[in-house]
């Protein structure tokens, strides 16, 4: 594959085509949803998974969400309770990943949850990756479209940075509407805060750790830039990039009203300008932990976290 790929087409017909093409001859693909970029693959191939294990260099210990086009393929799929299923009818299509039990004889690829008896599934609300799902008629496992532990991406370009010379095409559709990547529920827990708050899904508290990977988005260093990323900073020290926040300006903010949908739409976008910047280090100004606060502050102690 040539360095200068990925190719970017913009969203279409002919895109969405070109790009089932290449995932039913078991390429991966990068494709836009309401959360972030993914890389999407036939889920019932496990060679074409693989693929995205190796173009992401991801440890294969971490499982993938899969998304599937509506309620009734993921029945097909995984074993649902009323609980799951009452969620599942409220908020999908959504950002929201259900950790579930699979069925046997569900056909999708072993290697998709990392040898684990749960799945983690998703219906997406994006266009680009609803019309994708309906062309290829499978289920599609889609991480986020960067190379494993970095910066998720939100826009095409930080696909094509992230992952050249490793995939054939991206989807362009633009800046992704939520800006991070899915909750993630199991057995009526968040084990990953994400666009829809514990209190939007009816859920009072978030699962408690375990030290074991259980569902996709749960390791410790992720999200991360290339440069060390300091917290909670209420000025710059030395020569740091600053990501403002409400009333601290820096070199690029969240926002300067304190919108938090606003500043989580923003946040891998900035996190992005500042790792391409020419400061040596990152700064991150307070951000509310409440509401989406949660997972903003959740990608960034992650993002910070020592690898």
Not at 21 to 31: D, P, S, T
Not at 64 to 83: G, N, Q
Request: glycine share 10%; hydrophobic share 50%; charged share 15%.
């Amino acid at each position: 594959m040539s360095p200068t790929n990925p190719r970017i087409l913009p969203y279409g017909e002919a895109a969405i085509a070109e790009a089932a093409a290449l995932i039913r001859a078991g390429e991966c693909v990068a494709v836009p949803t309401e959360t972030v970029y993914g890389l999407a693959a036939d889920a019932t191939d496990s060679a074409a998974v693989a693929g995205i294990y190796a173009a992401k260099g991801r440890p294969s210990f971490n499982p993938l969400i899969v998304h599937v086009a509506d309620l009734a393929v993921a029945e097909r799929i995984a074993v649902f309770d009323d609980a799951a299923r009452d969620l599942a009818e409220r908020f999908w299509p959504g950002p929201l990943t259900l950790v579930l039990p699979v069925r046997a004889g569900s056909g999708i690829a072993s290697l998709v949850t990392a040898g684990l008896e749960t799945i983690a599934l998703r219906v997406p609300a994006h266009r680009a990756m609803q019309a994708l799902l309906a062309v290829c008629g499978k289920p599609l496992a889609a991480p986020s479209a960067n190379a494993s532990g970095a910066i998720s991406p939100t826009r095409a370009e930080h696909v094509a940075a992230s992952l050249a010379g490793r995939i054939p095409l991206v989807i362009d559709d633009g800046a992704t509407p939520a800006g991070l990547e899915s909750t993630i529920v199991m057995d009526g827990h968040v084990l990953r805060p994400g666009p829809l708050t514990a209190a939007d899904l009816g859920l009072s508290d978030a699962a408690p750790a375990s030290g074991t990977i259980t569902a996709p988005g749960q390791l410790a260093s992720h999200y991360a830039p290339g440069k060390p990323l300091r917290l909670d900073a209420v000025e710059r020290n030395g020569g740091e990039w600053l990501i403002g926040f409400g009333p601290i300006a820096g070199d690029d903010t969240l926002s300067a009203t304190g919108d938090l949908v606003e500043a989580a739409s923003r946040l891998f976008d900035a996190l992005h300008r500042a790792d391409a910047s020419a400061a040596p280090a990152i700064a991150v100004a307070p951000v509310p932990h409440a509401g989406i606060g949660i997972a903003i502050n959740d990608r960034l102690r992650r993002a910070a976290h020592p690898r």
